[in-house]
């Protein structure tokens, strides 16, 4: 699905240590679940913290188009909602509903970005059972491939003369065109990809030793 001339950029991690991971997973969380249980008037702290992440997110090679395109289609069907159910009055509090999930959001998008998953794996191990670690370090790592395949599959049906540009998707007539043109495609390479790692992970015989070991540092 990857278009002629398009090279993946080279990923680094600024966390390959255990401790440093373990530290970093559990400041993932805290500011995941901060997200919903503070009061709206300590929101900003929490918007500043998570402003650091994208920050330095950012500068690891993360892609924020993803965040966006996700905040955006949420805020605009959700204060569509809140306008037809509740009226004017009440549409701050989905815009803020709206910006609790993308600040709930953007940790795990940072962790994916920040901690090699071999690391975040190793770290899960500890405290659940080696296939469920397995599972969601597979899950964190896989988070940047699927946003770069986004963007691929979106870039080349847009080419194809596809209405699914920003513009476009205003009108809800084009949201089926994008389903069809971007998150079946999107769906098709995600069930590959996931048959591949089970079929690498069956091959290396992955679940019959008690204690397996993690990619060096």
């Known amino acids: ?11 680094h991690f600024a966390v390959n240590d255990t401790r440093w991971c373990a530290l970093a997973i559990l400041l993932a969380l805290g500011l995941s679940s901060c997200a919903f249980l503070l009061p709206q008037s300590w929101l900003h702290y929490l918007g500043l913290a998570n402003l650091l992440l994208l920050i330095q997110g950012r500068y690891l090679g993360g892609r924020l188009r993803g965040l966006l395109v996700i905040f955006t289609s949420q805020l605009a069907i959700t204060s569509l909602l809140y306008l037809l159910l509740h009226g004017l009055e009440r549409l701050p509090e989905g815009i803020i509903a709206v910006c609790r999930i993308l600040m709930a959001m953007i940790p795990g998008w940072w ?7 071999q690391r975040i794996g190793e770290v899960l191990s500890f405290c659940l059972p080696h296939k469920w670690a397995f599972v969601l370090a597979a899950c964190f790592g896989i988070l940047p ?8 599959i979106y870039q080349m049906q847009v080419m194809r003369g596809a209405n699914i540009r920003l513009k476009s998707l205003w009108r809800p007539k084009h949201w089926r065109e994008l389903i069809y043109c971007v998150l079946y495609p999107l769906l098709i390479q995600l069930l590959k990809l996931s048959k591949q790692m089970a079929t690498a992970a069956r091959l290396r015989q992955f679940g019959r030793h008690p204690k397996p070991t993690h990619w060096p540092y």
Request: with cysteine; aromatic share 4%; net charge positive.
């Open 145 to 152: 491939y699927l946003g770069q395949e986004t963007r691929e």
């Open 1 to 11: 699905m990857r278009a002629p001339g398009v090279r993946r950029a080279k990923r």
């Open 111 to 117: 962790l994916s970005v920040a901690c090699s998953p």
